[in-house]
């Protein structure tokens, strides 16, 4: 049996900066530090940082009043920002800067007295968080039946942002269908997509082609890594989702001579390590292969509070 690793996986920028954020926090302003949902969809991340002195909570209203709060990489909306104002609470953004982008692309609609479509998925944190930037003027579309059945003031007065953790593949229909429907739309541009969600997509189905089957290591409530199970879905391989080592079935390896491994991105490496120590306890003698990594060309730093 022949493993061999996709890359890029695991961690993207946003997600690095997000952990930092809440590691330096509590160095600096000591525990309890509060954050504002999970800082990022994986519950060994978050476990960690529980351990360490974070509490996780999904109102501000859960904060004592002068804490420090840390709102999540996910981002969260105006009417939150706010609540935490009104309890004097130390806020630490640690907005994805690729998210931040949206929400300002958002308001600069909504001032320019545009409706907005926004293409994701209903009840994801992200979602919530950008819609809420004008949440009296944007519509939720999942599928191109969404698009169809959308009723809007003015057609000639639209605009359209995305999910980050969507792809440029998972929107393509979506975007397809507003603009024949809509045609003097303002689609988004191709870079509002994360980059992150691309790229690991786009290694998913390199190496589908010649795989009997797909790990994919990550959260049932991570957006991205659902994703990466789909494309390989489509690209006619079995995939699975796990969330670590413990979930892989041995039954699944029957028959099976070659494995891709992929990871979502906000989930560690060494969950990604342990799932191949487990698949040679299953498969003595396998062998891994391991390509160069992938430098994906993205740092964002620190917020103000904590540089």
């Given at each position: 049996?022949?493993?061999?690793?996709?890359e890029p996986r695991g961690f993207c920028a946003g997600v690095d900066r997000a952990i930092a954020i809440v590691e330096q926090a509590l160095e600096r302003f000591g525990k309890p530090v509060y954050v504002r949902h999970e800082i990022v969809h994986n519950?060994?991340?978050?476990?960690?940082?529980?351990?360490?002195?974070?509490?996780?909570?999904?109102h501000p209203a859960e904060v004592p009043e002068g804490a420090v709060l840390v709102f999540s990489a996910h981002g969260v909306s105006p009417a939150v920002v706010a609540a935490a104002g009104a309890r004097n609470l130390q806020v630490i953004d640690a907005t994805c800067p690729l998210v931040t982008k949206v929400h300002k692309q958002t308001r600069r609609f909504a001032r320019q007295d545009n409706e907005i479509v926004m293409v994701g998925h209903a009840g994801h944190v992200e979602v919530e968080g950008t819609m809420g930037q004008a949440p009296e003027r944007t519509h939720l579309v999942e599928t191109p039946e969404d698009v169809e059945r959308l009723e809007v003031a003015d057609a000639e007065r639209l605009a359209c942002v995305t999910q980050t953790t969507l792809s440029v593949d998972d929107t393509h229909?979506?975007?397809s269908a507003l603009q024949r429907r809509f045609p003097a739309i303002h689609l988004p541009k191709r870079d509002d997509i994360c980059y992150a969600t691309q790229n690991r997509q786009d290694a998913v189905k390199q190496l589908a082609e010649g795989t009997d089957l797909v790990?994919?290591?990550g959260s049932l409530a991570s957006s991205n890594s659902?994703?990466?199970?789909?494309?390989?879905?489509?690209?006619?391989?079995?995939?699975?989702?796990v969330q670590d080592a413990s979930e892989i079935e041995p039954g699944w390896l029957k028959?099976?001579?070659r494995i891709a491994v992929s990871a979502g991105a906000s989930t560690p490496e060494e969950?990604?390590?342990?799932?191949?120590?487990?698949?040679?306890?299953?498969a003595p003698g396998i062998e891994i292969e391991r390509p160069?990594?992938?430098?994906?060309?993205?740092?964002?730093?620190l917020p103000p509070p904590l540089r």
């Open positions: 049996m022949q493993v061999i690793l996709a519950r060994h991340v978050v476990e960690g940082l529980h351990r360490r002195g974070a509490i996780f909570v999904e229909d979506v975007l790990l994919v290591v659902n994703r990466l199970v789909e494309v390989a879905v489509k690209c006619g391989v079995t995939a699975h989702l028959g099976v001579q969950l990604i390590q342990k799932v191949l120590e487990r698949l040679g306890e299953f160069p990594a992938v430098d994906e060309g993205m740092v964002f730093p």
